[in-house]
């Protein structure tokens, strides 16, 4: 039950950063919504492998996973003008080199 919760919430998830993105990609937003699909179908593949291989892989590929999609969502929020702060080109260099 817990995963299907879990399923929800990444789908919720998915679906609230895209609807941030929505109103700034114009004609960009074909595109965008593809490469979402693929980088959500590279998160949930990641954490399929749970149970399926040992602890320590599951949690480095995870944790890779994670901070590269966090970096990729900073990227887009700052490429299309949603979120700006100072720094934010550290914070995208820091968690591309991390993940």
């Avoid at 149970?51 to 900073?74: C, E, H, K, P, W």
């Avoid at 100072?86 to 991390?98: L, M, Q, R």
Wanted: charged share 10%.
């Amino acid at each position: 039950m817990h995963l299907v919760i879990l399923n929800f919430a990444y789908i919720g998830l998915c679906l609230f950063v895209l609807g941030l993105l929505y109103p700034h990609l114009g004609s960009l937003m074909s595109l965008v919504g593809l490469y979402g699909m693929l980088l959500s179908a590279f998160g949930r593949l990641s954490w399929a492998r749970y149970g399926r291989v040992n602890q320590t892989s599951f949690y480095f590929v995870m944790i890779g996973a994670i901070v590269f999609i966090i970096s990729d969502v900073l990227l887009a929020f700052r490429k299309f003008d949603v979120l700006e702060f100072e720094n934010i080109h550290a914070f995208i260099v820091g968690t591309y080199c991390v993940s």
